[in-house]
């Protein structure tokens, strides 16, 4: 699986849209950008994925470049419970020989304060 | 909003001592796996199961490690003989085809 930098923090007001980026130079064609976030003393919680279109859901959108070599998270309106880290990780799709592991980084602490 | 859930959600036990972590996959999924995480470091995978067998396992996943799913509702992970090293949080999760991964709230083992 390809890997990925993120930053190692980010603060964001509560209200505002929370942009949290991540650098995947060497993704690969079959591969997928996934977005996981972890809250203190919880399990990993799934937020969103894609290919190479843009995603949107309840929670949050994600923005790939056209290159796919970078991806953005975007929460539009932040909250105090948003507070977590946030874990972007790239791997094969979960088709053919792939039973899906998740390599997980150190991930971007996000802090959305009053 | 179904949930993958993890039982107990604190083990403690002393070092040599078996222990079973317990864990109940979404309903209808059919791939499972168990990761870890030491106190102030990263999610680490540890082992994937799959129509009954394991299909991929990691480094840490040695011979003191296995996982059953003795029904069709539980999947488990059991430690022969803990170490002090084992001290974690271990997160179970399950998807289905296609899906994404989704995980429990965890089980910390401490080992005295």
Redesign the interface.
Known sequence: DAKTTQPTSMDCAEGRAANLPCNHSTISGNEYVYWYRQIHSQGPQYIIHGLKNNETNEMASLIITEDRKSSTLILPHATLRDTAVYYCIVRVSTGGTSYGKLTFGQGTILTVHP | EPE?TQTPSHQVTQMGQEVILRCVPISNHL?F?W?RQILGQ????LV?F?NNEI??KSEIFDDQFSVERPDGSNFTLKIRSTKLEDSAMY?C?S?G??????????TRLSIL
């Open positions: 993958v791939y796996y990761y990263k999610v680490e995978f994937s799959y299909s991929e997160f999760a998807r085809l296609n899906q994404p991964q989704h995980f429990g709230d965890g």
